[in-house]
C-alpha cells in the first residue's frame, strides 16, 4: 500500500470538494477520478462517447477494487459506486465545484474542452487542467473565467504519486490556490506552487533528463536497462529514464519534447530514435514495447 493511499483512507471527506468532475477517462483521468472518490468526494466522470464512458467506468473501479483489497478505503464497493456518474453528457458537471480536465496533450483539443466544461459550470466553480506542459496563461486566455482556472498536474500513476504541481496563472485568484492546496493535501499528496513557464518543473526536467538518455541509447553509448540502471544506483531514482517514458507513453513525451522544442530551443528537440519508435506504435507499456518489451500489454 502507498503512503498517498494510506492518507486518502484516514482523510475521508474533509478537505475535497463533495462534487468533482473529471473530463477523459483514460489512464490519468480515472486515476484522478479514482482518488477523489477515495477522499470521499461525489465524482462525475466524462468521456467522449458511451462506449469510451463504459470502458473508463471500469478503469475506475477495477482500481476501486484494488483500493479495497489492499485495505487503503474503509468504504465498500457499493458505497465508492454510488458516488460515481459516468457518461458522455457535459451536462454532468453542471453542479460541480471543481472539474479537472484530463484530455490528451494537444492544445487546440483542451482548449475545445475546457471551454465546454465551464460553459456548464456555474460562475464561482473551480476549472483546472491536468496538462503538464501546455501554457496555463494560453489556455486561460480563451476561457470566460481566468481567475478561477489553474492547473493542477497529477503523476502517472496516480494513486502511486505524492506529487501534485499547482500551476498558476496570471490571473489565477490566490483564494483557488490556496483552495487547491487544502484539495491536494487532502488527497495525501505534496503541493508544489509552479509559475506558468513551459513544462512547469517536473516535465521540464524530467523531459530534458529523458531525452538524453534516448540519445545515448541512440549512439550506442549503454543499453536502456544499463542508462535505467545508472540512475537508479547511482542516483538513488526510484525508476530509469527509459522505463519511465515507457510507462508514460513514447507518445506523450514526444508530444512535450515538441512543444518544449517550440517554447524552449534546440535543447529540447526530440531526438529521431523517439521519432521513429512513436511512428511504429511502439508507444511503450500500453502498446507492449517501447524501450522494452511489456508481455502484459
Known amino acids: 500500500m502507498s503512503v498517498s493511499e494510506l492518507e486518502l483512507g484516514d482523510r475521508g471527506e474533509s478537505g475535497v470538494p463533495d462534487r468533482v468532475g473529471v473530463l477523459g477517462g483514460g489512464r490519468m483521468g480515472a486515476g484522478i477520478a479514482h482518488a477523489f472518490l477515495l477522499a470521499g468526494a461525489h465524482v462525475a466522470l466524462v468521456e467522449r462517447n458511451d462506449?469510451?464512458?463504459a470502458a473508463a467506468r471500469e478503469r475506475v473501479l477495477r482500481a476501486v477494487d484494488a483500493s479495497i483489497t489492499r485495505g487503503a478505503t474503509g468504504e465498500t464497493r457499493p458505497e465508492l459506486e454510488s458516488r460515481l456518474a459516468v457518461g458522455a453528457d457535459f451536462g454532468l458537471f453542471a453542479d460541480r465545484e471543481l472539474v479537472v480536465e484530463a484530455v490528451p496533450e494537444v492544445r487546440a483539443l483542451k482548449i475545445e474542452a475546457l471551454q465546454k466544461v465551464e460553459a456548464q459550470l456555474p460562475a464561482d466553480a473551480a476549472l483546472a487542467s491536468n496538462t503538464s506542459s501546455i501554457s496555463i496563461d494560453d489556455l486561460a486566455d480563451e476561457l470566460a473565467r481566468p481567475a478561477r482556472f489553474l492547473g493542477l498536474h497529477f503523476f502517472n500513476p496516480v494513486p502511486a504519486s505524492n506529487l501534485v504541481e499547482l500551476v498558476t496563472g496570471s490571473a489565477t485568484s490566490p483564494e483557488l490556490i490556496a483552495d487547491a492546496?487544502?484539495?491536494?493535501?487532502a488527497l495525501g499528496k505534496t503541493p508544489i506552487i509552479v509559475s506558468d513557464a513551459p513544462g512547469f518543473a517536473s516535465s521540464r526536467l524530467g523531459v530534458a533528463l529523458g531525452l538524453e538518455a534516448i540519445r545515448m541509447l541512440e549512439e550506442g553509448v549503454a543499453s536502456a536497462s544499463?542508462?535505467?540502471?545508472?540512475?537508479?544506483?547511482?542516483?538513488?531514482?526510484?525508476?530509469?529514464?527509459?522505463?519511465?517514458?515507457?510507462?508514460?507513453g513514447l507518445d506523450v513525451r514526444l508530444g512535450i519534447a515538441e512543444y518544449l522544442h517550440q517554447q524552449l530551443g534546440a535543447r529540447f528537440e526530440p531526438p529521431a530514435l523517439l521519432c521513429k519508435l512513436v511512428a511504429e506504435g511502439k508507444l511503450g507499456r500500453k502498446s507492449g514495447q517501447g524501450f522494452y518489451r511489456w508481455d502484459e500489454a
Not at 492546496?181 to 493535501?185: E, I
Request: no cysteine; proline share 6%.
Open 51 to 53: 462506449t469510451e464512458a
Open 226 to 248: 544499463d542508462i535505467d540502471a545508472a540512475m537508479m544506483l547511482g542516483y538513488k531514482h526510484p525508476i530509469g529514464p527509459l522505463k519511465l517514458t515507457d510507462l508514460v
Open 181 to 185: 492546496q487544502s484539495w491536494v493535501s
